[in-house]
């Protein structure tokens, strides 16, 4: 029989009661992050969400554990690669799948790494003194020169295009200009809540975004509503005001006296005796 380290059905423990005790859970991925980076990225979490790393077959155990408790949270297996981790909140899937993205940081290049975008430098100064660096510059393709007694880029030049590779030699002269053009963090690969699992192509939405224009839809159907005279439990209160207030105006101009109307038609009726006061004289 193998031996089975004693450790890891405590862990497996653990991973289950964090998948069984949390609203919303998440498998996400963190391979690739240097330890200072995703230090960061969990303090950007803390409060809001909890992280727990662990080999990839402890985890699947802990989710074929879950799955007696909570139907269909096994299939969060088929969403395991790399090296993972278990992301656990109260929070939304929207709002968790935001928050998560907003943790990704910028990274220097290594070389090697594919560019997801134009890498680009821009026309100006240069941290550097005269000297080798010019030619250095110029040899991964910056257009640098001497102007003033200083090193400065030309123009504005595409160093990396979209799609290629970057070499060590450009990946080294951009962390000197202090370009960062790696982008690192966590991929949350698929939430599970209420039985359901979502996936960033239905989760990558603009949150606030979204609330927002919601609202003004709500806003835009109260009017419509109102103006269209429909009446619910939510338009009574504003119809009703707005009939009084159109009655009030009707009777303010047709002249009919009450306790509500006495006051403004004495202020029209002294108004209107001042007006003709001014055209007699």
Do not use: C
């Not at 155990?61 to 969403?79: N, P, T, V, W």
């Amino acid at each position: 029989m193998a031996h089975v380290a004693e450790w890891k059905p405590g862990e497996v423990k653990q991973l289950t009661d964090l998948l069984t005790n949390s609203k919303v859970v998440g498998i996400v991925e963190i391979g690739g992050i240097p330890a200072p980076q995703m230090q960061k990225m969990r303090k950007g979490l803390h409060g809001a969400a909890s992280i727990r790393s662990a080999k990839n077959n402890l985890i699947f155990r802990a989710l074929d554990d879950a799955e007696k408790q909570i139907k269909g949270i096994s299939d969060l297996k088929e969403l395991v690669s790399g090296q993972t981790a278990i992301i656990a909140t109260d929070m939304n899937p929207f709002r968790l799948y935001a928050k998560v993205k907003g943790t990704r940081t910028m990274a220097p290049a290594k070389g090697g790494e594919t560019a997801t975008y134009d890498i680009s430098v821009k026309a100006g100064d240069t941290p550097f003194k005269p000297g080798p660096v010019v030619g250095e510059l110029q040899k991964v393709g910056i257009p640098a020169a001497i102007q003033e007694g200083k090193v400065v880029i030309k123009n504005d030049k595409v160093i990396v295009p979209e799609g290629e590779k970057i070499t060590s030699e450009v990946a080294q002269m951009l962390t000197r200009l202090e370009i960062f053009p790696v982008e690192i963090g966590m991929n949350l690969h698929a939430v599970f809540e209420d039985g359901s699992i979502f996936k960033p192509d239905v989760l990558d939405i603009d949150v606030d975004g979204m609330i927002g224009r919601m609202r003004q839809a709500s806003t835009n159907a109260l009017n419509l509503a109102i103006e269209a005279g429909w009446y619910n439990e939510l338009t009574i209160r504003p119809l009703l005001m707005k009939a009084h207030n159109n009655a009030f105006i009707l009777a303010i101009e047709k002249g009919i006296l009450t306790k509500d109307t006495v006051q403004n038609l004495i202020s029209k009726a002294h108004a209107n005796m001042l007006a003709l006061k001014n055209i007699t004289t």
